[in-house]
């Protein structure tokens, strides 16, 4: 087993070439995890000119890609998962029957730690060092979108009947209602964005689109298109007049959701549950097996899944003083931040005086 390192802007279009075919292969393969955008060298290539210290190991067998281990490091050793807390699936996309030693990857990489957020399924080297794990509710869209609605109206069908009926009142009040799913103006762009940072900081949250690097990273997702990669803004309108919209990443079969915004003004016709449900009837169309809706605890999450994959949390160290002391300092931070959002006598508290701080900061 070869390894070598290489900055995001040396890998070869060979290489590139072998990345997306074990992504596109891997339904067949049993790990259909891999395939998700997040894990696409396109995404790791949009990183790399964002963000310092992106690096890819290309591990070889008999001379031939084997598998793609996508890091950032800091010059202390230190490594996270390319776009940690930006990105929802991380890990190393691999060929099948591939085995690797996590500590012995590490080493190659002149890495001390390696710590994740969404490490996708299937990683057992790295899954074995996990401090938590996460469901990742989905939309099952591949058998079509009247399937998935039967389905839902089966599952939900007083949320189904509400959602389609808050579309149609819309439609009356508001003007026509229109979607497009691969909206290419970047003004719609710019409005969710805006739409979003509003959300961040009414509901008390860090507002994301604040950090400039993230900024340059949507914009540079949106221009990203190649075969069969893509950053895909969809929009709902009204009467002319955008509602609710939303940025996300697909590969050849998934539909990450990433960045889900609506305007206030129309938040009694719930336009974001209009939208999710219009997302999902044009990727059956487009092919898409299933969108996936990211780790996170939320009402609508829970409405428009059909199943959950699980994502996990943790770091792989080696034996290292680096390794002890990250870990020492993040440990706590995360372990808190998990005890709040899974209990509920924690979370609803914490929630709205997230939300009263917020107000206050808006002025409102």
């Given at each position: 087993?070869?390894?070598?390192?290489?900055?995001?802007?040396?890998?070869?279009?060979a290489d590139r070439a072998a990345w997306?075919?074990?992504?596109?292969?891997?339904?067949?393969?049993?790990?259909?995890?891999?395939?998700?955008?997040?894990?696409?060298?396109?995404?790791?290539?949009?990183?790399?000119?964002?963000?310092?210290?992106?690096?890819?190991?290309?591990?070889?067998?008999?001379?031939?890609?084997?598998?793609?281990?996508?890091?950032?490091?800091?010059?202390?050793?230190?490594?996270?998962?390319?776009?940690?807390?930006?990105?929802?699936?991380?890990?190393?996309?691999?060929?099948?029957?591939f085995e690797w030693n996590a500590r012995?990857?590490?080493?190659?990489?002149?890495?001390?730690?390696?710590?994740?957020?969404?490490?996708?399924?299937?990683?057992?080297?790295?899954?074995?060092?996990?401090?938590?794990?996460?469901?990742?509710?989905?939309?099952?869209?591949?058998?079509?979108?009247?399937?998935?609605?039967?389905?839902?109206?089966?599952?939900?069908?007083?949320?189904?009947?509400?959602?389609?009926?808050?579309?149609?009142?819309?439609?009356?009040?508001?003007?026509?209602?229109?979607?497009?799913?691969?909206?290419?103006?970047?003004?719609?762009?710019?409005?969710?964005?805006?739409?979003?940072?509003?959300?961040?900081?009414?509901?008390?949250?860090?507002?994301?689109?604040?950090?400039?690097?993230?900024?340059?990273?949507?914009?540079?997702?949106?221009?990203?298109?190649?075969?069969?990669?893509?950053?895909?803004?969809?929009?709902?309108?009204?009467?002319?007049?955008?509602?609710?919209?939303?940025?996300?990443?697909?590969?050849?079969?998934?539909?990450?959701?990433?960045?889900?915004?609506?305007?206030?003004?129309?938040?009694?016709?719930?336009?974001?549950?209009?939208?999710?449900?219009?997302?999902?009837?044009?990727?059956?169309?487009?092919?898409?097996?299933?969108?996936?809706?990211?780790?996170?605890?939320?009402?609508?999450?829970?409405?428009?899944?059909?199943?959950?994959?699980?994502?996990?949390?943790?770091?792989?160290?080696?034996?290292?003083?680096?390794?002890?002391?990250?870990?020492?300092?993040?440990?706590?931070?995360?372990?808190?931040?998990?005890?709040?959002?899974?209990?509920?006598?924690?979370?609803?508290?914490?929630?709205?005086?997230?939300?009263?701080?917020?107000?206050?900061?808006?002025?409102?």
């Amino acid at each position: 087993m070869d390894i070598t390192l290489h900055r995001p802007g040396e890998l070869t279009a060979a290489d590139r070439a072998a990345w997306t075919a074990m992504q596109s292969k891997a339904h067949l393969h049993g790990t259909p995890e891999l395939a998700n955008p997040f894990l696409s060298p396109e995404f790791t290539l949009a990183m790399g000119r964002c963000r310092r210290g992106v690096r890819i190991a290309v591990v070889r067998e008999d001379g031939e890609p084997a598998a793609f281990f996508p890091f950032q490091r800091s010059v202390s050793g230190v490594g996270r998962a390319v776009g940690l807390g930006v990105s929802d699936s991380q890990g190393l996309v691999h060929r099948p029957g591939f085995e690797w030693n996590a500590r012995e990857l590490l080493r190659a990489c002149g890495l001390s730690v390696w710590e994740f957020d969404h490490l996708a399924g299937g990683q057992e080297p790295f899954e074995a060092e996990a401090s938590g794990s996460f469901p990742s509710p989905v939309m099952d869209v591949d058998q079509g979108y009247e399937t998935y609605l039967r389905q839902l109206r089966e599952r939900s069908p007083k949320f189904t009947r509400t959602t389609l009926a808050k579309e149609r009142k819309l439609g009356r009040d508001a003007g026509e209602v229109r979607y497009v799913h691969d909206e290419r103006d970047p003004r719609a762009l710019a409005t969710l964005m805006e739409w979003k940072s509003a959300q961040y900081r009414r509901t008390g949250r860090s507002d994301r689109f604040a950090h400039a690097w993230i900024n340059r990273l949507a914009q540079q997702l949106f221009h990203t298109s190649s075969e069969p990669f893509a950053g895909i803004l969809s929009v709902l309108y009204a009467g002319g007049r955008p509602v609710a919209a939303h940025f996300g990443l697909r590969s050849e079969r998934v539909l990450a959701c990433w960045f889900p915004a609506y305007d206030p003004a129309f938040a009694k016709f719930s336009p974001g549950l209009i939208l999710h449900l219009r997302m999902a009837e044009a990727a059956a169309a487009d092919g898409i097996a299933y969108l996936d809706l990211g780790r996170g605890q939320k009402e609508y999450k829970d409405s428009l899944k059909t199943r959950e994959l699980t994502v996990h949390e943790g770091w792989v160290t080696r034996r290292h003083p680096v390794a002890l002391g990250h870990r020492a300092r993040r440990a706590p931070v995360r372990a808190l931040r998990n005890t709040v959002l899974s209990r509920p006598e924690f979370f609803e508290p914490a929630d709205k005086l997230l939300k009263r701080m917020g107000k206050i900061r808006s002025g409102s």
